[in-house]
C-alpha cells in the first residue's frame, strides 16, 4: 500500500495573481461589510491564501460614504486618537467623523480587522474607497461583489 503525502504550497505575492473586485457600500453595514472587504484584501478567500505574505485581490468600495452603523453608534461610538503631550487626548464621535472624513469609519473598521504587523499596510493598498458612485479604475474590469 503505498503513501499519499500532500506537499503544502507557500504562495508569495509573486506567484498569484489579483482580482478586481467592485462593490457597492451605499446602505451597508459598517462592521459586517469591513470584516467581508478584510477577508477579501487579506486574501482569505481564496485556495492559495498563505499567512506570511500579502496574497489578497484588490477592492474598490464605491458610495462609501453612505454605509451606516446600526443602534445608537453614530453619537455613541468615538474614535480615540492622541497628540503625544499630556492631556493631548482627543475624542471624535462616528457622525463628526462621518461629516468630516466619511471613508474614514470604513477604512478604521476594515484596519482594524487585519493583522495588526508588517502585513496591514501592503493589505491596505489593496483596498480603495470612494465616496459616490465613480471610480478611476475601469481600466482593470472589477467584477462586481455582492456581499
Known amino acids: 500500500m503505498s503513501q499519499v503525502t500532500q506537499i503544502t504550497r507557500s504562495f508569495d505575492k509573486h506567484h498569484i495573481t489579483r482580482n478586481w473586485y467592485i462593490v457597492d457600500g451605499e446602505n451597508k453595514v459598517v462592521g459586517r461589510l469591513a470584516s467581508e472587504l478584510a477577508k477579501i484584501i487579506r486574501g482569505k478567500n481564496k485556495p492559495t491564501f ?52 466619511p471613508t474614514e469609519v470604513l477604512l478604521k473598521a476594515v484596519k482594524g480587522m487585519l493583522p495588526h504587523n508588517k502585513l496591514q499596510k501592503p493589505c491596505l493598498k489593496n483596498l480603495f474607497l470612494y465616496e459616490g458612485a465613480e471610480h478611476p479604475h475601469t481600466a482593470q474590469q472589477p467584477q462586481k461583489l455582492e456581499l
Open 50 to 101: 498563505t499567512p506570511h505574505s500579502d496574497t489578497g485581490d484588490k477592492v474598490i468600495v464605491i458610495n462609501a460614504d453612505k454605509v451606516k452603523l446600526t443602534g445608537k453608534k453614530m453619537s455613541d461610538k468615538y474614535y480615540l486618537r492622541h497628540s503625544g503631550y499630556p492631556g493631548g487626548q482627543r475624542k471624535t464621535t462616528a457622525a463628526e467623523l462621518m461629516a468630516k472624513k
